[in-house]
């Protein structure tokens, strides 16, 4: 039972997307779009939200062995990791030997001001490096191999965001330990013993209220959009049901996750199309990843064949240098 609920624990995990409160949420927005902004009647839309095609597919049946796979890896790799506590430590001593900042120079900060700016700020930075690191994922031949396993996906249900390699993962949770433990300390730092969050069930306030509107609709069939002036700040789900399309005008495009601000700032922002028909997955010279064979073995060997290539334009150039020179 403990390892039963160590695998599935993220069902009942506020700070996790796929928290079942979260899922239900997203259910009833859903149900809400379909009925009064589709006009769909209350059986197709019922049909709609259960669709057996989505839920039932190929490609939904792999992200769930996917899920409780990755989920034991996890339970494994997680102790090997650094540490938030040695990064926080590293920079808090860094900061120490800055002599022209002094510890404590914002000390005198209203509590309150120091709690919104630090949930601000955490939010803020913390949704701005997952879009640099999905952005390098799509960019660098090297992590596009272990990212696509993500874009293999044919259907979207809300379990697709746990359709990662392995090796995806562990970037991730680097990720998020680089971001708490950088920013925890300047704040102390600076402000003292007045550093807090703003929490809702534990959870950032600014993340929650992501949650609580629909942030599972982004793995989805439901393609629920903004008005275009907000679709300019918040990435809408179906802008990132765009992300995952097959259309090359799609391609490279809406990397942010909570903000949309970001792609904005990079030339990556689409907005999305009302009424256009997508095809999810990877185009025809890609492999499709539905065997769990593929998924976990085929990004080392796409990878080899990458750095192979590098190493060959860097011996040709190398070889062509040497001629010249004699």
Known sequence: MEYFTEVFGD??????????????????????????????????????????????????????KIFVINRIFTLFISPLLITQMTIATAVFFFLHGVDWINKGQFADTPRGVVITLFTLS??????????????????????????????????????????????????????SVFVQGAMIPVFLFFFG?????FTVVGVNALVFVFH???????????????????ERILISPAQHQLHHSTAQEHYDKNFGVALALWDGLFGSLHLSEKGRKLRFGLDAKEASADRLWDIYLR?????????????????NLVTGWQKRKV
């Open 11 to 64: 069902f009942w995990d506020p700070k996790k997307r796929i928290f079942f409160g979260y899922l239900f949420l997203s259910l009833l927005l859903a149900g809400l779009w379909l009925v009064f902004v589709k006009r769909e009647g209350l059986r197709r839309t019922f049909a709609q939200l259960f669709d057996r095609k989505v839920f039932l597919s190929t490609s939904a049946r792999a992200d769930y």
């Open 299 to 315: 990004p080392f060997k796409d990878m080899f064949n990458v750095l192979k290539r590098r190493l060959c334009k860097l011996r």
């Open 193 to 197: 013993g007045n550093v807090d969050l």
């Open 122 to 175: 955490m939010f803020v930075f913390d949704d701005f490096t997952k879009f640099l690191l999905h952005r390098w994922m799509h960019r660098w031949p090297l992590l596009w191999a272990i990212h696509k396993v993500h874009h293999s996906a044919e259907t979207l249900t809300p379990v697709t965001v746990y359709r990662v390699h392995p090796l995806e993962g562990v970037l991730y949770g680097l990720r």
């Open 212 to 230: 609580v509107t629909g942030s599972n609709l982004r793995h989805s069939h439901i393609d629920i959009h903004y008005w275009p002036w907000l």
